[in-house]
Structures are given as C-alpha cells and as structure tokens.
C-alpha cells in the first residue's frame, strides 16, 4: 500500500509490498526535500533504477540515489527484502516525472514499473 506522509522538514513516499505500485503526484515547493522509498529484493537480482530515457525534466530535480537498506529493524538478513530509497528535491519550478524500473541488470525485460509525477511551485 502507498501512503503520502507529511513530515514537518520534508516528505516521504511509500511504495512499498505491492506488485505493480500506483503511480504517484507531489507537490513540492522549489527547495523541499521529500524521500521516494520502493520496495526492493536484491538478492533476487532485481533493483529499482531510474529510467533516464522514459523521466522527463530531471533538469528541474536534484535526486540522490540513497541506495538499499535492509529490513526496518535494520538487522541484514540474507535473501530479506528491504527499501531502496532516493532523496528528492526541486531545484526550480515546474513539473517533472521520475520514471523506476525494476529489472535485473542483465536483462532487458522490467518486471515493474512506477512513475512519480512531481509538479515544484516556487515558494
């Protein structure tokens, strides 16, 4: 299940537990950060990336790749699912899209897919 919550110096997105995760809209002013989390399995070989290709105005965005992390207890187990999550921010208004896919690295196929549409006013 996806769920927007707001925290008082940013906001964080969930996408966590689902097959094909609903497409996402924030809204964010120029300068607010805001983290995307998606759900993520690396032991199985697949991993979220972002597909430069199909996003459009990452220009506008400044987006750091925080990587995996396991379990929430924070505790690695081997073949446990956990989050992989980025940090986003609005350099400039605008409206951007983010597009993930979920695919091992040698293949070509993507197993999953999820947009996140950011639309950054100035403040």
């Not at 290709?53 to 924070?74: V, Y």
Request: glycine content about 8%; charged content about 20%.
């Amino acid at each position: 299940m996806m769920k927007p919550l707001s925290l008082a110096f940013g906001l964080v997105v969930f996408a966590i537990g689902t097959a094909h995760a609903a497409d996402q809209t924030l809204k964010l002013a120029v300068g607010q950060p805001a983290t995307i989390e998606l759900g993520e399995n690396p032991s199985t070989g697949y991993r979220w990336a972002i597909d430069p290709q199909t996003s459009s105005n990452l220009s506008i965005l400044r987006i750091e790749d925080r990587g995996f992390s396991p379990s929430a207890d924070g505790k690695p187990r081997v073949g446990a699912p956990g989050v992989h999550r980025w940090s986003v921010q609005a350099t400039g208004p605008g409206r951007a899209s983010v597009r993930f896919v979920y695919r091992r690295p040698w293949e070509t196929s993507v197993a999953r897919r999820h947009q996140v549409d950011l639309v950054a006013t100035a403040r």
